[in-house]
């Protein structure tokens, strides 16, 4: 059982678009989401993240939205780059006292064409 | 900072072999874990250590499967005989402890048992 839903499993957008993946989750006592960044052959790495008692995160070209009451949240790539091309994947733990033990999102491939 | 450092990056092994493989977590880091990951199952947590000790091995999906942390520099996992199922990209992670801060992983081992 998949405690953290993602959609979709995979995105192509075009160089300058706007990427949008979404992740949505039932535990109410998950405070801490961060979003990884995989790509091919290496081990996912940290992008961004946000706890709920904020509704927006930005950094440079990536946000994240945050709507605690859907419990939902969403990645949005602004400005998409070939570079970005990778797989995404959201997550979700409890607290900082969680020895980052996350619940993983399946991933999107993101695809980004020039 | 080297990261996480884990080897073999890749192994092919006959069904029925034992397979160890092998992680260094960053210096400092007192909490490691070690992931599966696969099309159909996406990111697993076997299992975690904090301070060398095995905290939860619940995701250790049966008893064919071992993970050692002799000492804050070195843990392997090992799978006892393997089996084609057991075919996945195995990734280590280490954090400075309880918070998700941090939170770094290795390149994986793509592992392969024909």
């Known amino acids: 059982q998949q405690q953290v839903k993602q959609s979709p499993q995979s995105l192509i957008v075009q160089k300058g678009g706007i990427s949008i993946i979404n992740c949505a989750y039932e535990?109410?006592?998950?405070?801490?989401f961060p979003w990884y960044q995989q790509f091919p052959g290496k081990g996912p790495a940290l992008l961004i993240a946000i706890r709920p008692d904020v509704s927006e995160k930005k950094e440079g070209r990536f946000t994240i939205s945050f709507n605690k009451s859907a419990k939902q949240f969403s990645l949005h790539i602004m400005d998409s780059q070939p570079g970005d091309s990778a797989t995404y994947f959201c997550?979700?733990?409890?607290?900082?006292?969680?020895?980052?033990?996350?619940?993983f999102g399946a991933g999107t491939q993101v695809v980004v064409t020039p | 900072d080297a990261g996480v450092i884990q080897s073999p990056r890749h192994e092919v092994t006959e069904m029925g072999q034992e397979v160890t493989l092998r992680c260094k977590p960053i210096?400092?880091?007192?909490?490691l874990f070690w992931y599966r990951q696969t099309m159909m199952r996406g990111l697993e947590l076997l299992i975690y250590f904090n301070n060398n000790v095995p905290i939860d091995d619940s995701g250790m999906p049966e008893d064919r499967f071992s993970a050692k942390m002799p000492n804050a520099s070195f843990s392997t996992l090992k799978i006892q005989p393997s089996e084609p199922r057991d075919s996945a990209v195995y990734f280590c992670?280490?954090?400075?402890?309880?918070?998700?801060?941090?939170?770094?992983f290795g390149s994986g081992t793509r592992l392969t048992v024909v």
């Open positions: 992670a280490s954090s400075p402890g309880r918070s998700t801060n941090g939170y770094t």
């Open positions: 997550a979700a733990s409890i607290g900082t006292d969680s020895w980052g033990k996350f619940q």
């Open positions: 210096s400092g880091h007192n909490s």
């Open positions: 535990n109410t006592a998950f405070d801490y």
